[in-house]
């Protein structure tokens, strides 16, 4: 069975780092793109970053330059790697998982999702 578990939310202060995890289980990265997504309250879900299965990497305006995703296909683990952070990067933060892509480009739209690990950026 597909599952996807993240991990490594917390509570951090302004200009702190965190790094993110997303656990996958019962598929290989090699075939899947991994897409990041927040929501924040009373907004709409967002779009982050995404790694594609051969490894692009695409990532949303707001966040390039600070946050850096990667995998590592053996143990079934992406990463995002979140520095400089703020209060509106304060969000519930998902990992996602499509099948559907090119081995070399990911997009904003995912079939399998986990169940999101809360970051909540304040002094």
């Known amino acids: 069975q597909l599952q996807l578990v993240e991990s490594g939310g917390g509570l951090v202060q302004p200009g702190e780092s965190l790094r993110l995890s997303c656990a996958a289980s019962?598929?290989?990265?090699?075939?899947?793109?991994i897409g990041w997504f927040r929501q924040a309250p009373g907004k709409e879900r967002e779009g982050v970053s995404c790694?594609?299965?051969?490894?692009?990497?695409n990532y949303a305006d707001s966040v390039k330059g600070r946050f850096t995703i990667s995998k590592d296909n053996a143990k079934r683990m992406v990463y995002l790697q979140m520095n400089s952070l703020t209060p509106e990067d304060t969000a519930v933060y998902y990992c996602?998982?499509?099948?559907?892509?090119?081995?070399?480009?990911?997009?904003?739209?995912?079939?399998?999702w986990g169940q999101g690990t809360q970051v909540t950026v304040s002094s």
């Open positions: 996602a998982a499509d099948p559907g892509y090119s081995f070399s480009y990911c997009g904003w739209t995912y079939e399998y």
């Open positions: 019962g598929f290989g990265l090699e075939h899947f793109a």
């Open positions: 790694i594609s299965a051969g490894g692009g990497t």
